[in-house]
């Protein structure tokens, strides 16, 4: 199995695409930038928007992870959505199932979630609905990451100091998600 990774630093840190390959026995190439927004990964006048061109045209995937920018489903939803639109339309065509790796709110009462200028409650809430709605409409699969930290983030230290980016543990609960959609699409395609 081969998966690939286009987003930022939410992908990047802690090398959670080692996890996820650990995790899964899967193959797994990341294309990321710090602060990248998905519509960069269409852009192939950036560097960014070249590695996926490339990736997409000349190897074969089994998965697609897609993350955007952590506020941008907020903030630029337009933006956005047109984005995964057009990239799940081209990984579909390249044979690839699409994922969505939908992101969590800053933690609660950080100065992170401060500056943005909206409560903890707004942007997760805001953040499922913008992945789950554009799942939907591109028939794309959903690793509901930001729901589970919602579930576990008073138990568990799952951000890191900035309030912003996961911790270890929170990379690793992202990869775990990740491989729990792979495997349940897996199995449904096992029962066809």
Same mark, same amino acid.
């Given at each position: 199995?081969?998966?690939l990774?286009l987003?930022?630093?939410f992908?990047?840190?802690?090398?959670?695409?080692?996890?996820l $390959?650990? =995790?899964?026995?899967?193959?797994?190439l #990341?294309? !990321?930038? %710090?602060d $990248?927004? =998905?519509?960069e990964?269409?852009?192939? #006048?950036? !560097?960014? %928007?070249?590695?996926?061109?490339?990736?997409?045209?000349?190897?074969?995937w089994d998965?697609?992870?897609?993350?955007?920018?952590s506020?941008g489903?907020?903030?630029?939803r337009?933006?956005f959505?047109?984005?995964v639109?057009?990239l799940?339309d081209?990984?579909?065509?390249k044979?690839a199932?699409?994922?969505?790796?939908?992101?969590?709110?800053?933690?609660?009462d950080?100065?992170?979630?401060?500056?943005?200028?909206i409560s903890?409650?707004?942007?997760?809430?805001?953040?499922?609905?913008?992945?789950?709605?554009?799942a939907?409409q591109?028939?794309?699969?959903?690793?509901?990451v930001g729901?589970?930290?919602?579930?576990l983030a008073?138990?568990?230290d799952?951000y890191?100091?900035?309030?912003?980016h996961?911790s270890?543990a929170g990379?690793?609960?992202?990869a775990?998600?990740?491989?729990?959609?792979?495997r349940?699409?897996?199995?449904?395609?096992?029962?066809t």
């Amino acid at each position: 199995m081969r998966i690939l990774m286009l987003g930022n630093s939410f992908t990047f840190a802690h090398d959670m695409p080692s996890m996820l $390959a650990e =995790l899964t026995g899967a193959e797994v190439l #990341q294309i !990321t930038r %710090g602060d $990248a927004y =998905l519509a960069e990964q269409l852009d192939p #006048q950036t !560097t960014t %928007g070249e590695r996926t061109r490339a990736a997409l045209e000349e190897k074969h995937w089994d998965y697609v992870i897609l993350q955007e920018m952590s506020y941008g489903p907020i903030t630029s939803r337009d933006c956005f959505f047109k984005s995964v639109s057009r990239l799940c339309d081209w990984i579909r065509e390249k044979g690839a199932v699409p994922i969505l790796y939908a992101t969590w709110a800053y933690q609660k009462d950080s100065q992170a979630m401060a500056d943005m200028g909206i409560s903890y409650e707004d942007m997760a809430a805001g953040l499922e609905d913008a992945y789950h709605e554009a799942a939907e409409q591109n028939h794309a699969l959903v690793a509901d990451v930001g729901r589970r930290f919602y579930e576990l983030a008073e138990t568990q230290d799952l951000y890191a100091r900035d309030g912003q980016h996961p911790s270890k543990a929170g990379s690793h609960l992202a990869a775990q998600v990740i491989a729990e959609a792979i495997r349940s699409d897996q199995a449904g395609l096992d029962e066809t």
